[in-house]
């Protein structure tokens, strides 16, 4: 079993930046895809940026591309999320993710195992 606990939302202003961490435990996730996801009020789920294993490979939604960076350090388990020039349609809770495969990126919401349970981001106009 894999725990993930998200931390580092908060409320910013508009073209302001965050960085979240998803702290991994029960297992080490050198091994594993990660990603980040997010759900704004009265809308799905959607996919935000995932990483290979390795971190190598990359992906991420059209809507943050050029803005959000996603990391993956292995050695202190744990996937940032560096989140730059935040627009108020940013506002959301995200959601880390992890799944036990290599070589892949997986963008898919229900293509993830282990999730945490959330970090509220809130970005003001």
């Known amino acids: 079993q894999v725990q993930l606990v998200e931390s580092g939302g908060g409320l910013v202003q508009a073209g302001g930046s965050l960085r979240l961490s998803c702290a991994a435990s029960?297992?080490?996730?050198?091994?594993?895809?990660a990603g980040w996801f997010r759900q704004a009020p009265g809308k799905e789920r959607e996919f935000v940026a995932a990483?290979?294993?390795?971190?190598?490979?990359?992906y991420y939604a059209d809507s943050v591309k050029g803005r959000f960076t996603i990391s993956k350090d292995n050695a202190k388990n744990t996937v940032y999320l560096e989140m730059n020039s935040l627009k108020p349609e940013d506002t959301a809770v995200y959601y880390c993710?992890?799944?036990?495969?290599?070589?892949?990126?997986?963008?898919?919401?229900?293509?993830?195992?282990?999730w945490g349970q959330g970090t509220q981001v809130t970005v003001s106009s």
């Open positions: 990483s290979q294993a390795s971190g190598a490979t990359t």
């Open positions: 993710a992890a799944l036990l495969i290599l070589g892949k990126v997986v963008t898919a919401t229900d293509g993830y195992r282990y």
């Open positions: 029960g297992r080490t996730i050198n091994n594993y895809s």
